[in-house]
């Protein structure tokens, strides 16, 4: 795990971390209060943009899960990065907390990346970052060659 400042990073990423932070206003999280945006970007460069939804029913999609759908309609490159941003509606941002997928969607995500596919982790206010790769997150895992 390495932690940089937003300020830091190359463009490319610096610029999805931002457009990361400002979807993610645009969750629909009645009930956990908590917004998330997920921004992959393939080898081509391409993004494929996400964000969590709740329903009524009490089902949840989570952001990355979200993204994930996109790419899928894509031609599936190769994933290099997962950015994720998030913070709670119902607190003041946080510079500690940090946003990374959720165990199920390490999962989700083992199955589509690599082990080597960087994922970055947004901090509530936005100014730091949290990189690790999925193997960091994910060690051990289950996946395709379990199967
Ligand atoms: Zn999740």
């Known amino acids: 795990m390495e932690q940089i400042k937003v300020d830091e990073l190359p463009d490319l990423l610096?610029?999805?971390?931002?457009k990361a932070i400002i979807t993610s206003?645009?969750?629909?999280?009645?009930?956990f209060r908590y917004d998330v945006c997920a921004v992959l970007i393939d080898e081509a460069g391409n993004e494929f943009v996400?964000?969590?939804?709740?329903?009524?029913?009490?089902?949840?999609?989570?952001a990355e899960q979200s993204a994930l759908a996109?790419?899928?309609?894509?031609?599936?490159?190769?994933?290099?990065?997962v950015i994720t941003a998030g913070w709670s509606?119902?607190?003041?941002p946080s510079s500690e907390n940090?946003?990374?997928?959720?165990?199920?969607?390490r999962q989700?995500?083992?199955d589509f990346c690599t082990k080597d596919t960087i994922i970055i982790g947004v901090n509530e206010t936005g100014d730091e970052v949290r990189k690790f790769t999925?193997?960091?997150?994910?060690?051990y895992s289950f996946g395709a060659e379990n199967l």
């Open 50 to 62: 996400g964000i969590n939804w709740e329903s009524s029913n009490g089902s949840t999609v989570c």
């Open 14 to 18: 610096k610029d999805a971390v931002n």
């Open 98 to 105: 940090f946003c990374i997928p959720c165990g199920s969607c």
């Open 25 to 31: 206003k645009k969750a629909i999280s009645y009930y």
């Open 134 to 139: 999925l193997e960091e997150l994910l060690p």
């Open 108 to 110: 989700d995500l083992n």
């Open 70 to 81: 996109s790419y899928f309609l894509s031609e599936r490159k190769k994933i290099m990065y």
């Open 89 to 92: 509606e119902e607190r003041d």
